[in-house]
């Protein structure tokens, strides 16, 4: 493992330097913006953490009751911002104060919905987690409308009901995609297809990918960027297939059928140079390969493996390698460019993993309450600690920023900080 020696010496430096940062100078890797992180990938760049997660070194520094919600927070650089679903009646979201935990504004509008009845066992919470840009928050609500919240006191600027808009039929899962901001757009999966956005006013730009809605067609992955063949395109994947779309003008580049069980794509497609992974519940991981020729794009499978098959959560990539927590509730490490899996762990864990890498090292989130600290180790599954944080389930994906972690449990958000063993913290509750 890539450890440094004098971690202790290396550690009080980089608090001493975190103390005399303003709040305004605070870098891409110490905030949390959207889904998956600053770079939509699950990867940070920070300090080596401690390869113990014990309550001396990492610390509660507040929590927050609120209601259930399985979107996950969003840290700006000195706020944290929640979503939950209020009595089965509305969908609230809350700005707080990074450092104290304090309330500093929320926004309520009446938008619950129940979903079906084999997927509610667990609620039907708001799910999908918002993004950040600039002075705006992007929020989804389940009944597919999306809402700009200014950051600075929760003012809604602009709001697009996708229903109204389209005609589309309520999505039976709610709107589960969450946003994705480039540049001067904002694109989701919602209204019964891909759609792009102006990020200020919300006016609808080009819709694409448009099927029927209803119980087979709301998607429930979230777009990525990639340039392929060097057309800069969306990476999206629906409950039937995976697609690359034009940012421009929404042509459709190429697509590729993705089988799985009642079309449950769920995790987040990974682009790997110019091949996509993925993988399906009650089916198998796939890698497929994208080229472009004068003829235009084309797509191929290059390797499936049944074996490994995922469900909900989406893998991080580290030196090259996979890392997927899978369907049987096991974790994977698996090798794209051998077409292999190199190791699976012997015992299983919860049913969703949210999953974080700093260099070589994996924080992984259990939707039981526990956390895990994994050595990201191509050779054999390591794990390094792990700790019951919480007795409710947490499935919500964790935010990394900067020496600070958040957790969405069902009912409450929490604020850790990595600590020295003697550091003196309070815990507001």
């Given at each position: 493992m890539k450890r440094i020696?004098?971690?202790?010496?290396?550690?009080?430096?980089?608090?001493?330097?975190?103390?005399?940062i303003s709040p305004v100078s605070l870098s891409a890797t110490e905030l949390w913006p959207q889904w998956r992180g600053p770079d939509r990938n699950g990867l940070?760049?920070?300090?080596?953490?401690?390869?113990?997660?014990?309550?001396?070194?990492?610390?509660?520094?507040?929590?927050?009751?609120?209601?259930?919600?399985?979107?996950?927070?969003?840290?700006?650089?000195?706020?944290?911002?929640?979503?939950?679903?209020?009595?089965?009646?509305?969908?609230?979201?809350r700005a707080f104060d990074r450092t104290?935990?304090?309330?500093?504004?929320?926004?309520?509008?009446?938008?619950?919905?129940?979903?079906?009845?084999?997927?509610?066992?667990?609620?039907?919470?708001?799910?999908?987690?918002?993004?950040?840009?600039?002075?705006?928050?992007?929020?989804?609500?389940?009944?597919?409308?999306?809402?700009?919240?200014k950051t600075g006191d929760g003012t809604v600027?602009?709001?697009v009901d996708f229903v109204e808009k389209f005609g589309t039929p309520l999505p039976d899962f709610g709107f589960v995609c969450s946003p994705l901001v480039i540049e001067n757009s904002v694109y989701v999966q919602a209204g019964a297809g891909t759609v792009k956005l102006n990020k200020e006013t919300g006016e609808v730009q080009w819709r694409t990918m448009n099927d029927k809605g209803g119980m087979y067609g709301s998607a429930f992955s979230s777009p990525v960027f990639a340039t392929l063949g060097g057309v800069p395109q969306l990476v999206v994947q629906t409950r039937a297939e995976l697609a690359g779309v034009d940012i421009k003008n929404g042509t459709i580049l190429w697509r590729q059928s993705v089988?799985?069980?009642?079309?449950?794509?769920?995790?987040?497609?990974?682009?790997?140079?110019?091949?996509?992974?993925?993988?399906?519940?009650?089916?198998?991981?796939?890698?497929?390969?994208?080229?472009?020729?004068?003829?235009?794009?084309?797509?191929?499978?290059?390797?499936?493996?049944?074996?490994?098959?995922?469900?909900m959560s989406t893998?991080?990539?580290?030196?090259?390698?996979?890392?997927?927590?899978?369907?049987?509730?096991?974790?994977?490490?698996?090798?794209?460019?051998?077409?292999?899996?190199?190791?699976?762990?012997?015992?299983?864990?919860?049913?969703?993993?949210?999953?974080?890498?700093?260099?070589?090292?994996?924080?992984?989130?259990?939707?039981?309450g526990e956390l895990l600290l994994i050595d990201a180790n191509p050779e054999a599954f390591t794990l390094l600690d792990r700790r019951k944080i919480t007795k409710e389930d947490t499935w919500a994906h964790v935010a990394v920023a900067g020496d600070q972690i958040f957790v969405r449990e069902l009912n409450a958000i929490t604020a850790y900080r990595w600590s020295e063993p003697d550091t003196v913290s309070s815990i507001q509750k």
């Open positions: 020696k004098y971690y202790r010496e290396a550690w009080l430096l980089s608090v001493t330097v975190w103390l005399c940070v760049t920070a300090d080596p953490w401690p390869e113990k997660l014990d309550s001396t070194r990492l610390k509660t520094t507040w929590r927050k009751e609120i209601g259930h919600g399985y979107a996950g927070p969003i840290v700006s650089k000195d706020r944290v911002f929640t979503v939950e679903t209020l009595d089965k009646k509305q969908e609230i979201v104290s935990g304090e309330q500093i504004w929320e926004r309520a509008w009446e938008g619950a919905m129940k979903v079906p009845f084999f997927a509610a066992k667990n609620g039907s919470w708001v799910r999908s987690t918002p993004a950040l840009d600039g002075d705006c928050l992007y929020v989804a609500g389940m009944r597919d409308v999306l809402v700009c919240l600027k602009w709001r089988p799985a069980f009642r079309g449950m794509n769920i995790l987040t497609p990974v682009v790997l140079g110019n091949t996509i992974f993925t993988s399906s519940y009650r089916n198998a991981s796939f890698l497929y390969r994208v080229d472009r020729n004068e003829s235009g794009f084309s797509v191929s499978e290059i390797w499936s493996d049944k074996k490994s098959q995922g469900y893998p991080v990539v580290v030196d090259g390698k996979l890392y997927l927590h899978q369907q049987n509730r096991k974790f994977s490490c698996l090798d794209p460019a051998s077409s292999k899996v190199l190791w699976t762990s012997k015992k299983p864990f919860g049913q969703y993993w949210s999953l974080v890498a700093n260099d070589d090292t994996i924080l992984a989130l259990d939707q039981t």
